[in-house]
């Protein structure tokens, strides 16, 4: 069964840079679009940032210029660099596989607190 499990939460000051981490297990993670997602309390949950097996990749405009998405398939991983981060940017972060058009993975998610 696939499994991911983020890592890399905590707390932040506003301006300051954090990097999260996704590890895939129990499929052929090379081959999939992988994708951050992000919710906040009482909001749903939105679409940070994806990126495709091919390499390209996609923002939400709230972060683009400040959020970066990567991959290393030698190590079933995705990553998510913030930078420049902002009170507004607090929410649990969710990685995301796309298997197919209707099944999608979910890790449990890391909480990302950006607060003085």
């Known amino acids: 069964q696939v499994r991911l499990v983020e890592s890399g939460g905590g707390l932040v000051q506003p301006g300051g840079s954090l990097r999260l981490s996704c590890v895939a297990s129990?499929?052929?993670?090379?081959?999939?679009?992988m994708g951050w997602y992000r919710q906040a309390p009482g909001k749903q949950r939105d679409l940070v940032a994806t990126?495709?097996?091919?390499?390209?990749?996609n923002y939400a405009d709230s972060v683009k210029g400040r959020f970066t998405i990567s991959r290393d398939n030698t190590k079933n991983t995705v990553y998510l660099q913030m930078n420049s981060l902002k009170p507004e940017d607090t929410a649990v972060y969710y990685c995301?596989?796309?298997?197919?058009?209707?099944?999608?993975?979910w890790g449990q998610g890391t909480q990302v607190t950006v607060s003085s």
């Open positions: 995301n596989q796309q298997k197919s058009p209707n099944i999608a993975y």
């Open positions: 129990g499929s052929i993670f090379s081959i999939y679009v």
């Open positions: 990126i495709t097996s091919g390499g390209n990749t």
